[in-house]
């Protein structure tokens, strides 16, 4: 059951550019994760909000948690070309065992 | 190193010849399951198992099967592949619990003619 509908679907754009990625549903989640999945490898976590509203930082990169913890959002400032890579978001139900994943951004980040 | 291993990683095989896919790791974690991730519909569970004899169905498990005889291993058995089955295969692994923080492995390529 897809229940988180991630945009844009495809991004590219060059070095230096920031950019939002968007992961948004009707359902709330306990917490949210992202992933960060790089050519013929498997997803690798980034990061898990737990709480309404709150912020993450790692780095060039900043999650947000909804409050209503139904949406998420990803930023990254000032792209570099190893950010290339197909980000996921996936959410934790609040009863239930199973990961809902995103179909996922592919970001391609140019020189 | 805290690990998932897959084996094998690529895989060219023909409609009907029953194979496995094996899966281990190394973490102690009592959760494992099995994705397919297909263009446009994204990361699918097949089937999941929160512990030793305990396994149950994902979204997409219809032509798959598992076991879970030890603790580290999972393997995924396609008793009769066909070629919709063509896909890249993950398995993963994480803590019972409220963490959902998964750990993925390398992903196998399946490719059934």
């Known amino acids: 059951t897809q229940l988180l509908e991630q945009s844009p679907q495809f991004l590219s754009i060059q070095e230096g550019e920031n950019l939002t990625v968007y992961c948004n549903s009707s359902?709330?989640?306990?917490?949210l994760q992202w992933y960060r999945q790089e050519p013929g490898e498997g997803p690798v976590l980034l990061v898990t909000?737990?709480?309404?509203?709150e912020v993450k930082k790692l780095k060039r990169l900043t999650f947000q948690f909804g409050d209503a913890r139904k949406d998420s959002s990803l930023h990254i400032t000032a792209a570099q070309p190893g950010d290339t890579g197909l980000y996921l978001c996936?959410?934790?139900?609040?009863?239930?065992?199973?990961?809902?994943f995103g179909k996922g951004t592919s970001l391609l980040v140019t020189p | 190193e805290a690990q998932v291993t897959q084996n094998p990683r690529y895989l060219i095989t023909v409609t009907g010849k029953k194979l496995t896919v094996t899966c281990s790791q190394n973490?102690?974690?009592?959760?494992m399951s099995w994705y397919r991730q297909d263009p446009g519909l994204g990361l699918r569970q097949i089937y999941y198992?929160?512990?030793?004899?305990?396994?149950d169905k994902g979204d997409v498990p219809e032509g798959y099967k598992v076991s879970r005889k030890e603790k580290r291993n999972f393997p995924l058995i396609l008793e009769s592949p066909s070629p919709n089955q063509t896909s890249l295969y993950f398995c993963?692994?994480?803590?019972?619990?409220?963490?959902?923080?998964?750990?993925f492995g390398p992903g196998t390529r399946l490719t059934v003619t």
């Open positions: 993963a692994s994480r803590v019972m619990g409220s963490s959902y923080e998964q750990y």
């Open positions: 973490m102690n974690h009592e959760y």
């Open positions: 996936a959410g934790a139900p609040n009863s239930g065992y199973a990961l809902n």
């Open positions: 909000v737990v709480t309404g509203g």
């Open positions: 359902s709330v989640f306990s917490s």
């Open positions: 198992s929160m512990n030793v004899e305990v396994t």
